[in-house]
């Protein structure tokens, strides 16, 4: 069965400094990957995605994530992070015959000035 | 803004009641997904939608049912509400939903069980 695993469920991090948030995830045939993000009270909104071809991939407000199928991760990072950062960050995994997504639980990023 | 629009925002209501919320997707997106957060679940797939069928169910109860309509609007249903219901529901749309699709979700609606 899908799932996914995010093993920080929150993070402290000043602005200006690096970040990654780690993915790990399981599936039995190739993954189609995403990372969501949902500041408080708002909806989820798309901040990159993993489908195939190049395994770095950019994302929006300067993300970027690395797919390692030998590791089963799929790691967000952030080369300098803002206080507008401050939001919490979703994984996905998709099936590869429907856009049902399998989520994991979550990191809540805090972003000190 | 995705695209996706989600009536009411809030609801409040008490324990055996029943509730509609809905959804209206992207312009052109055939799909609607239906997306249960709550702070001991998480983040859970409901039910999916392409085109008035059902086409994928995740762990919705049997109180709760959904439905697209004709202009592809969707209406997600929760009947015999208890506690526990109270969550965030989320809609999400994508334009066949057969794969390899990025989802667009809704704001959602906070439903408050009394």
């Known amino acids: 069965a899908q799932s996914v695993t995010q093993p920080d469920i929150h993070i402290t991090v000043s602005e200006g400094a690096s970040l990654e948030l780690r993915c790990n995830y399981s599936?039995?045939?190739?993954?189609?990957l995403f990372w969501y993000v949902q500041s408080p009270g708002q909806g989820l909104q798309l901040l990159l995605k993993?489908?195939?071809?190049?395994?770095l991939v950019q994302g929006i407000k300067g993300f970027e994530a690395e797919f390692k199928r030998s590791q089963s991760s799929f790691n967000l990072r952030k080369p300098s992070v803002h206080w507008s950062d401050a939001a919490e960050y979703f994984c996905a995994v998709g099936a590869w015959n429907t856009d049902k997504l399998i989520f994991g639980t979550g990191t809540r990023l805090q972003v000190f000035p | 803004d995705s695209g996706v629009t989600q009536t009411p925002k809030h609801l409040i209501t008490a324990t055996g009641q029943r509730v509609t919320l809905r959804c209206s997707p992207r312009s052109g997106d055939l799909s609607v997904y239906w997306y249960q957060q709550s702070l001991d679940q998480g983040l859970q797939f409901l039910i999916q939608?392409?085109?008035?069928?059902?086409?994928a169910k995740g762990n919705i109860l049997e109180r709760f049912s959904a439905q697209q309509f004709p202009d592809l609007h969707s209406e997600l249903n929760l009947s015999s509400l208890e506690l526990g219901d109270s969550a965030l529901y989320f809609c999400?749309?994508?334009?066949?939903?057969?794969?390899?699709?990025?989802?667009?979700f809704g704001p959602g609606t906070r439903l408050l069980v009394l």
């Open positions: 939608y392409y085109n008035g069928e059902e086409r």
């Open positions: 993993y489908f195939s071809g190049d395994t």
């Open positions: 999400a749309s994508s334009t066949l939903g057969q794969g390899q699709e990025t989802q667009y």
């Open positions: 599936y039995g045939a190739t993954p189609y």
